[in-house]
């Protein structure tokens, strides 16, 4: 049975599509009254007592897992480290993720340096790149070609891009719920690939080139560091191992702390038009949980109040949870929370069903 809670106010309708047009003359207005009664109760000013605690845990954390790493030496017993160091990685990531939405500094070139000093120099994945396609994202998410983590690739998304495929393609996407975990132990390589390729991409300003270079300085200290410190204290056969362990455990941790954001939630399409605080809402959908649950998923398990108000600080999110929720219920806007397990049943529901069609042409199979 689900356990989803979905908030619709005093007027309750099936599907996104009665919800996305406000009353006329009202479009935007919405969002305007919630963003200043937030902005009333202070959730959106800074917290630098909780990042400077935040980062410096971390940092020490991270430090202790390297240290940990050049005690043992050549053991197989770094295999636990290489699970400890995944889970700092991807703790790193979010403190990245955090600065790229300024929610650390009042600066933005304060927020830039944290996030290129996380992302970059300390887990590997190019700030940049990250930063331009995450930007998108929160524009228009679930938003067909326009968003581009729904964008065709591995997984198809939308029913057209999987009657797209043929052959290999066409067979993944058949099978695409049952292959998903196992495909996340490759995102984090994924990532490191991607944001390699667009650095080495020589398009842009000379602004922009100037800032590539000095991404792709800290993310090459970073890769020789890290295949340095593997190979020098490993042996090759337990470096490639842990490697392997490491970065499959990163991508799968990453990758399980993103998919229920908006995985199976509402889809527009792409000259469909809708305003920002229903756009935002209805492709979004929260995770209940405690505080265990904010510091495993990093904040996002309050995705609906972290693309309302992106720049809102971490900690702040749960307190304008229930402002947020309310405002929605008054205004017959579903705000959708459902616990982590069956958020992942929702999203594997979902990519089953877009290879649906896939799976009665049996040519295919063929």
């Not at 398009?203 to 080139?209: E, L, N, P, Y």
């Not at 971490?314 to 229930?322: G, K, T």
Request: proline share 4%.
């Amino acid at each position: 049975m689900s356990t989803d809670t979905v908030y619709r106010g005093p007027d309750p309708t099936a599907g996104h599509a009665a919800t996305t047009k406000p009353p006329p003359g009202t479009r935007g207005s919405d969002y305007a009254v919630l963003s200043r009664a937030v902005r009333r109760s202070g959730l959106l000013k800074r917290r630098p007592g909780y990042y400077t605690a935040k980062i410096a845990v971390n940092f020490l954390l991270l430090a202790a897992g390297w240290a940990a790493f050049a005690v043992i030496g050549q053991s197989w017993w770094q295999l636990l480290t290489a699970a400890f160091l995944a889970v700092m990685f991807t703790q790193t990531g979010f403190i990245g993720h955090d600065a790229g939405h300024h929610q650390i500094a009042g600066s933005k070139r304060a927020n830039n340096l944290l996030g290129r000093v996380h992302a970059d120099l300390l887990i590997g994945l190019s700030y940049g790149w990250w930063i331009a396609k995450h930007n998108r994202h929160h524009s228009h998410p679930n938003h067909v070609d326009r968003d581009p983590d729904i964008a065709d690739g591995a997984i198809a998304f939308t029913e057209d891009h999987a009657r797209a495929r043929s052959g290999a393609h066409a067979w993944l996407a058949r099978h695409q719920a049952w292959l998903f975990f196992p495909m996340l132990l490759l995102e984090g390589l994924a990532l490191h690939v991607a944001g390699v390729r667009a650095l080495i991409d020589r398009t842009g300003t000379a602004k922009s080139r100037t800032t590539k270079a000095g991404e792709a300085g800290l993310l090459t200290a970073h890769l020789g560091g890290y295949l340095a410190a593997l190979f020098l204290v490993l042996t090759p056969v337990q470096a490639v191992v842990f490697l392997l362990v490491h970065q499959g455990l990163f991508g799968l941790y990453m990758g399980c702390s993103f998919a229920p954001n908006h995985k199976g939630m509402a889809l527009f399409g792409k000259d469909e038009k809708v305003d920002f605080l229903r756009r935002q809402v209805l492709t979004s959908r929260n995770i209940r949980g405690h505080r265990l649950t904010d510091f495993a998923l990093g904040g996002l398990n309050y995705q609906i109040e972290h693309h309302l108000f992106p720049s809102m600080p971490r900690p702040s999110l749960r307190h304008a949870q229930e402002i947020v929720r309310t405002y929605c219920a008054g205004h017959g806007i579903a705000y959708h929370e459902t616990g982590l397990l069956d958020s992942y049943a929702q999203v594997l529901r979902h990519l089953h069903a877009v290879g649906g069609p896939l799976r009665l042409r049996p040519e295919l199979e063929y």
